[in-house]
């Protein structure tokens, strides 16, 4: 059984940073952040391999703005948020993969508005 809790979210101003963290139990063989913003499916932000060679992916819209990681010690995942933009805001949702079951958090909310 794997359980993720997210933190982090909040209101910033466009341009702001905000760091969301998803603390993990279990065994897990990659982590990946998604997104829903009002109105709108959920859709992929970030992902990040923990087994093998670590890899990382993300979507167009965030690459160069986000950073995935892992504080392997603590088994949690982070989402640095640079340079955030209105468009950024939605509900973030913590996700992981284990034995071939998928799990979800309750998600975290940003709102970048000025």
């Known amino acids: 059984q794997v359980q993720l809790v997210e933190s982090g979210g909040g209101l910033v101003q466009p341009g702001g940073s905000l760091r969301l963290s998803c603390a993990a139990s279990?065994?897990?063989?990659?982590m990946a952040w998604y997104r829903q913003a009002p109105g709108k499916q959920r859709e992929f932000v970030a992902r990040?391999?923990?087994?093998?060679?670590?890899?990382?992916n993300y979507t167009d819209s965030v690459r160069g703005r986000f950073t995935i990681s892992r504080d392997n010690a603590k088994n949690t995942l982070y989402l640095q948020m640079n340079s955030l933009k209105p468009e950024d805001t939605a509900v973030y949702y913590c996700?992981?993969?284990?034995?071939?079951?998928?799990?979800w958090g309750q998600g975290t909310k940003v709102n970048v508005s000025s």
């Open positions: 990040m391999s923990l087994t093998g060679g670590i890899s990382r």
């Open positions: 996700y992981a993969r284990s034995l071939a079951v998928d799990y």
């Open positions: 279990g065994s897990i063989r990659a």
